[in-house]
């Protein structure tokens, strides 16, 4: 089966500036995650998808930070405006049940200059 | 509150040698616990995971994790390395109570090194 797709790969961009990233998910799996890796550190959640709706952003920076899955499908993250903290790999990762654990993807790589 | 701690943040071992990486963790329920794998500029790769049943659970690359409930421990070890065993990897726990749907945390990482 067809891994999980994220795009860009790596992403440079300037204090205060916006920025989006693209996730698709395994086919079939209803639950989509958004991770944040910042370096030497483990992925921190920022927010969890059941189909379409969000049932965990607690730890989202809501000011900066959005998200959506249009479709129960697809799904993007954005960031406007960019903070020189917000450098990190940005993970997306789905999931059929925790039975079965994540499928992660490759990531991508955000610096803020 | 679910927890993980992983005890070492480098682990420098020589090819052919065992290893084990240590992970323990914190959680009033019972947990389903899981390790990973990150290999450079990769995402994480399923290594692992503990649902029930046997306390000693094998996983892919001749890896495999023992559970310990009264240590609540979840350490991971392999009998001989080799250099592409060289990556990042993380143990990662869920009681799966949030609000009726999965959390999962994840450690801080533990890099293994493999020197030839």
């Known amino acids: 089966e067809a891994g999980v797709a994220q795009s860009p790969r790596y992403k440079i961009i300037e204090k205060r500036q916006s920025v989006a990233f693209w996730c698709n998910p395994i086919?079939?799996?209803?639950?989509l995650y958004w991770y944040q890796q910042i370096l030497g550190q483990g992925p921190k959640l920022l927010i969890q998808?059941?189909?379409?709706?969000?049932?965990?952003d607690s730890q989202l920076p809501k000011d900066r930070f959005s998200a959506e899955r249009l479709k129960g499908v697809d799904s993007t993250l954005k960031i406007q405006p960019a903070k020189l903290e917000d450098s990190a790999v940005y993970l997306c990762?789905?999931?059929?049940?925790?039975?079965?654990?994540?499928?992660f993807g490759s990531g991508t790589r955000l610096t803020v200059v | 509150a679910q927890s993980v701690t992983q005890l070492d943040s480098q682990v420098p071992v020589f090819e052919e040698a065992p290893v084990e990486l240590r992970c323990n963790y914190s959680?009033?329920?019972?947990?389903?616990l899981f390790w990973y794998v990150q290999y450079p500029n990769q995402g994480l790769q399923l290594l692992l995971k503990y649902l029930s049943g046997s306390t000693l659970v094998k996983g892919i690359n001749g890896f495999e994790a023992e559970f310990n409930k009264s240590q609540t421990s979840f350490h991971l070890r392999k009998p001989s390395v080799h250099i592409s065993d060289t990556a990042e990897y993380f143990c990662?726990?869920?009681?799966?109570?949030?609000?009726?749907?999965?959390?999962?945390?994840f450690g801080t990482g533990t890099k293994l090194q493999v020197i030839p």
């Open positions: 990662a726990v869920s009681d799966g109570t949030s609000g009726g749907y999965q959390k999962v945390t």
């Open positions: 959680s009033s329920v019972s947990v389903y």
């Open positions: 086919s079939g799996h209803a639950t």
């Open positions: 990762a789905s999931s059929l049940d925790l039975g079965n654990g994540y499928t």
């Open positions: 998808f059941q189909n379409n709706g969000v049932v965990d």
